[in-house]
């Protein structure tokens, strides 16, 4: 009987177990277990369906012919295939079995894996005397080894073989009925468990809840065997290192490291994902893990940065690899997994140079991970040192003989560079018979690579044959499309079909390369092939709103919802574009509907705190926040929007002790920085915030951001002076650094100089035509300087851009007042408080047009309606009083005149409006009173003569 143990993850993610084989068996035939959880030997095994299971599969088709198996033949036979599996999996592992035999220094000095970041030992370098016969060699013996175990090239020969050898094997077929009943129950079982080509995706796990606590002993082997499939760099190691990292991290929940490793996992595995919202939300949750357990070290950084990768945040990621290095630029052990990010960050930037040096100097830090020298020898090949890259290439095969992507980087750098063409494909059809996973541009390479070699040796048949299958494997290969023009024509390109997954993957690669516009197109040509590709709807709005095409990335993310209605990332996203356009209640009705979907989603929660704080609501948006919070605590974006939420507040103190913590925790937020210097000016004033500053920027001189935040400082106290040269200097280091036009105009505009101010707000429009701020301030500016015609224009510039941008309308209605367009103004007035009925300014605007059309009883309610939304000065107050007496509502004029002088009693216009409602009702004494009153509280007024013949009328001396 076998001994083993198992433990079951069921449907819902929980785990139960261990339990003995002879349980499993019961347990199957009791109907608790389907075959559709998954299954790993306990402990250290990996994780599997239960289906696919060899020891399980008899009883499991037992229960679905209703037939009788013998329990302890089933024990039997189970005992018998794990004996068969661990030799297997011992003889397929060598290179792990070697490893644990031959320790290298790293293994032994640290078998817990301390830290990535601490790994100093020196690793062993290429070799300078590997010859090409031996890689010869070896890629025939390679393909052998291949062609022997799979008797069909085609993936649906290799399926329908094991089906067969599933079916010889198995003693449930020892019946005349009942091997008819069998083999088409395997074969349907197998083809309904097994996916297609098209549709095997990769499903990433995550560390769930357990009662498991392992030894050291069990740590270190877990951790031990997960690092020899990590080091292994194929996709296949990844997904075995994920399962090991996954167990590991149930036993021995604690573990940064093995969340950090797990994480680069996940960013290496997530091109064979359907990368839909249930792996985000796997990722998630592990980002929840890490983000708790270790916020703003080097592993949580680590998480952060494949997170941001995953999602095709360039950008962020680059800036937390930037700022993580800038930490740690003193320290005598380098953080290895960062150095490795930016490598790839300068690499996708195209500086081959720099990143062949860091690639190189995490190569020194950890030289058991070939991903290493694969990036290294790819930044050699793209700077021009070919020799180089095929001596990393053939070490890489030297220690991984099953590198699949190396042999095709070797294949192809024979046939493209040295024209090598025998040689390369060797190398080349090598690779293809390997078993594994690489990405599909690997895959056209390999192809592509074969079809010039055939063609240059005149197999134009096979050149046909390849070029296809490069084309479909990546739509966008020139030279694979002139292949098959040439020798096929156009109507073999038009039939040769290309999956929508090979445009997403396309996008994803312009993108990464910082082409939005070409990437854009990718995406919907991949949603366009197949309209549940949500992603690829996704990634094309994500594109067309960095593109400045607001309305159309909003459509976008429409599709992607309607493809997966389940996809909460596409309703946040679509509400914080929304938010950003200032369509406040299209904003929240998307987050109502994701709240009905996902009511527990800390991201939802967070949406609905920024769509509160952009409305100018922020309590609404603290009671949001603390639920995303509650949720979620670690989570750094959602404490730096709290404490902005508190500055806001003007709750100093409280945003002050958060923002101090999250900067504590995570020194490379900028954006945390950033607040924590405004709140800083706020409550200890703008010389420690400043000494702060400099602070920064001498630890951080890369980071513009905080060079311009200096700036704003100086604006603010009005240094005019040093913002002006602060500003000027930053002018000239950035590229259209529209924000710093922005701020240079705000500056001349304090020292009054409009028409510079004018010339960098026409700068700034012009670094970003899609931005209707730049806009909106020339109309404002070119309205202070009486000039409505020109700020009308672009006002409605603006308009066209955004038409709910706020107060445009307003500034229209001004635009027109002043050009004595009353009826027109009244429009743009009423459009505005239609948009944003919760701004006063446009009842302001309403009621001043009315006084002009001397529509007095109308003018008196618009101000009323806007007393109501704002405390307003008692110069309002005054105004409303004289359109009710001029309408002749005079108790109503006193009346407002009296909550005037309680707002601001010394203010003397008061006086003068209350003399003339004593006046027209006819209460002569007390308007004398009032009239003298405002003649001591304004002895130089303009209108003095006026009020002295109101004083001489009434029978009053002067």
Known sequence: MSQNKWLIRDLEGLIHGPFSTREVVRKIQNGDFSGEE??????????????????????????????????NEVLENSTKFVEESDQLNHEAEGFESKKDDQKSDFHQKD???????????????????????????????????????????????????????????????????????SFVMVLGMFLFLTPSPEENYIVLLAPEASTAHWSQKQKKNLMGRALAFFERDSIEGYLQAENSLVHLLEGDPQNKQAFSLLCVSYYHLWPFTKQDEKSFGVINKVMKRIGSLDAGGVDSSVCRISYYLIKSQFKQASRVVDSVLEQYSFEQTPPVLIYYFKSLSLFKQKDYIAAKGYASSAKKLWPEWLRLYVLEALAAEKSEDQAFAAKQYAFILKKNPHHKEAWIRLGNLEVMHYRHFQRGESYLSAALKLEGRVSPSLEAMAYKALAVSYESRGYYKKALKLAKKCYK???????????????????????????????????????????????QAHYKTAYNLNHKNAIAAFRAAECLWELNLSVEAIKWLNKAIQS????????????????????????????????????????????????ELRRHFPQGALSYINKALALYPSDIDSQVLKAKILWKLKKYPEAYALIAKVVELDPSNRQAQSLYVKIVNDIQGVELALEYLTKLIRSYPSIIDYQILKGELLLQEDRLKEAEETFLTLANLQEKPKRVYMDLAETYIKMKKPQKALYYYIKAASADPADPKPLFKLGVLYLDLNQPGKAKNYFLKVKMINRRYPLVNFYLGKAALQMQSLNEALEYSKEESALNPDLADSYLLSAEIYYKMRRYQLCAREYQRAVKLRPLSADIYVKMARCYRLSGQIDAAIDILGQAQAKESGYPDIYRELGDVLKQKGESSKAIEAYQKYLQLAPAAIDRASVEQSIRSLGGGI
Not at 39 to 57: A, R, V
């Open 38 to 71: 998954m299954i790993s030997l306990f402990p250290g095994g990996q994780w599997k369906s239960l289906s696919q299971e060899e020891s399980f599969y008899d009883v499991l088709l037992d229960q679905l012919s209703g037939s009788s198996l013998d329990e």
């Open 111 to 181: 078998p817990n894996f301390t830290n990535p970041g601490s790994i100093l030992t020196s690793g062993e370098e290429p070799q300078e005397s590997i010859k090409s016969q031996d890689l010869q060699d070896e890629a025939e013996k390679v393909g052998e080894e291949v062609s022997r175990s799979t008797a069909a090239s085609t993936l649906e020969d290799i399926e329908l073989k094991k089906v067969s050898q599933i079916v010889r094997n198995k003693k449930i077929l020892r019946g005349g009925g009942i091997v008819l009943l």
């Open 473 to 519: 494997a990546q739509p966008t290969s020139a030279s694979c499309k002139q292949i098959i023009l040439k020798y096929g024509g156009k109507k073999e390109l038009l039939e040769t079909k290309v999956r929508d997954q090979q445009y997403l993957a396309e996008g994803d690669r312009f993108r990464r390369a910082g082409d939005c516009e070409t990437a």
């Open 564 to 611: 997966d209605y389940k996809f909460i990332s596409a309703y946040v996203l679509l509400a914080d574009y929304y938010s950003r356009r200032f369509n406040f209640d299209a904003a929240a009705q998307v987050l109502k509907k994701a709240y009905s979907i996902s009511p527990k989603n800390y991201e939802i929660y967070k949406g609905f705190a920024l769509v």
